[in-house]
């Protein structure tokens, strides 16, 4: 779990909810109507930009931002120094075995090509198509959280101007422009919070959830063909270690 995303939201929501009740009433905040044209002008928007499905399968992409595994780096490398180490020793033939115990299933895949004697060439491609793809999967969920981001203060405008609508027809009676005046803005508000402190957050962890997984599965590529060229492990490490931020490289040495 995600401490970062779940504090950050938290504590957001907290300081913008005592403001509003150490200002004043709370319950005008409230406004059912100002809710639907944002939230539901934003939803029908982004159903206008992508597709249906993609749409639906960002209940799947919002978890990732909350729950995500942490994949230990210097473990991984170890790993694939080891397999380096009995690949040179007894030859690629050997482990097979090891192979099948693999729980990275990219780092999986790339030695089982290796162990079955693909070319290198062939190996890169493959998993730079892979991977590829992946991003490709990962950039459309940051959209549609930017899309969001974008389209919640636009309704809210849209939602301040019909309100405004409305209290211009009832300039005759001075009594009603300022509760008109304040439900107009509502909308605004819902639409300014909604984008600044949900979906534009979210949009930028997603991109760096993204970003690491590339970074560590571009360290298996690189992993998986040095094993297949036969070189020596401490070259490997060294080679991998660069995958690494100097914290965890201090921590490996």
Aim: proline content about 3%.
């Amino acid at each position: 779990m995600d401490l970062a995303t779940i504090i950050g939201i938290i504590s957001g929501v907290t300081l913008v909810v005592l403001t509003i009740i150490m200002g004043g009433s709370a319950a005008i905040f409230i406004h059912v109507p100002s809710m639907m044209v944002v939230f539901g002008g934003a939803t029908a928007a982004t159903l206008i930009s992508f597709q249906l499905k993609e749409v639906l399968g960002v209940i799947n992409v919002v978890r990732k931002a909350f729950f995500s595994e942490k994949t230990d780096n210097v473990a991984l490398i170890n790993q694939i120094v080891e397999l380096s180490k009995k690949a040179r020793k007894e030859g690629l033939l050997a482990i097979d075995k090891e192979v099948s115990q693999i729980e990275d299933p990219f780092l999986r895949s790339g030695m089982e090509m290796v162990v079955d004697g693909t070319e290198p060439e062939l190996i890169r491609s493959i998993m730079e198509t892979e991977l590829s793809y992946l991003m490709e999967r990962h950039k459309r969920g940051q959209e549609i959280f930017s899309a969001f981001g974008e389209y919640a203060p636009a309704f809210g405008m849209i939602g301040t101007l019909i309100g405004l609508i409305g209290m211009l027809q009832n300039l005759n009676d001075p009594s009603q422009i300022g509760g008109g005046m304040a439900v107009a803005l509502i909308t605004t508000f819902y639409g300014a919070l909604a984008a600044n402190l949900v979906f534009i957050p979210l949009a930028g962890k997603l991109k760096n959830r993204s970003e690491e997984e590339v970074l560590i599965k571009e360290m298996i590529i690189e992993g998986v063909l040095s094993i297949q060229f036969g070189e020596h492990p401490n070259t490997i490490q060294r080679k991998l270690m660069n995958f690494l931020s100097p914290k965890q490289r201090i921590f490996e040495e």
